[in-house]
């Protein structure tokens, strides 16, 4: 098996092939289709030969890095995309400090061979244009948020120049209108797809599940599906969204409170958190459980990281299985 390490960057990449206990540079090439044509030209011949034969690991870098996994993924190599932080302290652990983009793709290539991840593999091609829709909704949401909060700053001075009011309104506007259209999109998009729907409409009978999470909630199982073969436990989901516990203790003496590891996506969890907070309001699972570790004692923001934590379980478990969710055996798990 060759161990190819490649730093990606906006404009080119650095490879470095792990054989034989050490690394071997291979250089710099463009990020573009044919800078990863002329590397793989530049493998050892009678590995390039067989792609099942090679494994290209390479750092999430702001999406820079897409193009070039799903490049190798049809050309049939192996791909892994190991968490940076992980690769990071794995490195200094081996006493690496430098850091150039040579050096990174050796790193790679040596973690690839001596640290087991696992392998990636891309999305549905339906579940990831669902994805980039809402990423672009969601940016137009947070641009409007600001474009609002200054709207209510220039109202507060009287001194501000109309044509300052005015662009601000023209800007809300047309905000306002792109959020519309991907609205429409993402809806026209359910349509031509009727089982993303059809999962919607499952997630939507979870309690703490609701318009603002459902979409990116769904996105998410569908990537831990595709990512895990469909094998994926339930506690591997949870750390993967970050919403597993991670206790501090040494000794007898240094002790701190429990918190969550926050790894993954952190809008995420602030969006299951405020679908937890939402469903306190009624009575459903959800409220039980919470009532539940309360009355035990349990701090009520703690408690309230717990649900969130379940509502995910439970998505899970409706994702994965395409039941509907059963509230009756929820509420007797919970109690």
């Not at 302290?89 to 790679?108: E, F, I, M």
Request: net charge positive; hydrophobic share 45%.
């Amino acid at each position: 098996m060759l161990i190819l390490g490649v730093d990606v960057a906006k404009v080119q990449i650095a490879a470095a092939v792990w054989q034989d206990g050490r690394g071997h540079a291979l250089g710099s090439f463009a990020n573009t289709p044919a800078g990863w044509d002329a590397l793989a030209t530049h493998l050892p011949a009678p590995m390039a030969a067989d792609p099942a034969q090679v494994t290209l690991v390479l750092e999430p870098t702001g999406g820079y890095e897409l193009g070039l996994a799903l490049w190798a993924y049809r050309r049939g190599w192996l791909v892994r995309r190991p968490n940076p932080r992980h690769v990071r302290d794995w490195a200094k652990s081996q006493g690496r400090r430098a850091k150039t983009d040579a050096q990174d793709a050796q790193v790679l290539a040596q973690y690839g061979a001596q640290v087991p991840s696992p392998l990636w593999q891309p999305l549905p091609a339906a579940v990831s244009d669902l994805e980039q829709l809402v990423h672009r909704r969601d940016e137009v949401e947070a641009l409007l948020q600001r474009e609002r909060a200054r709207r209510d700053q220039v109202a507060a001075r009287p001194e501000m120049p109309s044509a300052v009011r005015q662009s601000i309104e023209r800007l809300l506007e047309a905000l306002e209108h792109e959020r519309g259209e991907l609205e429409q999109a993402i809806a026209d998009h359910l349509r031509q797809h009727p089982e993303l729907a059809a999962a919607r409409t499952r997630l939507l009978a979870v309690p703490g599940v609701g318009a603002r999470n459902v979409l990116p909630l769904l996105v998410l199982l569908a990537r831990w599906q595709a990512q895990t073969g469909g094998c994926g436990t339930v506690k591997g989901l949870v750390a993967y969204a970050g919403l597993d516990p991670q206790p501090y203790q040494s000794g007898t003496s240094v002790q701190r409170h429990a918190t969550i590891s926050r790894m993954g996506e952190r809008l995420l969890r602030s969006r299951l958190y405020m679908g937890a907070l939402g469903a306190l309001r009624g009575h459903n699972p959800v409220r039980s459980f919470y009532d539940h570790l309360v009355s035990r004692g349990k701090a009520k923001k703690l408690a309230l990281v717990a649900a969130a934590r379940k509502i995910l379980v439970w998505a899970w478990a409706v994702f994965h299985s395409g039941a509907p969710f059963d509230a009756a055996k929820a509420t007797a798990r919970a109690a």
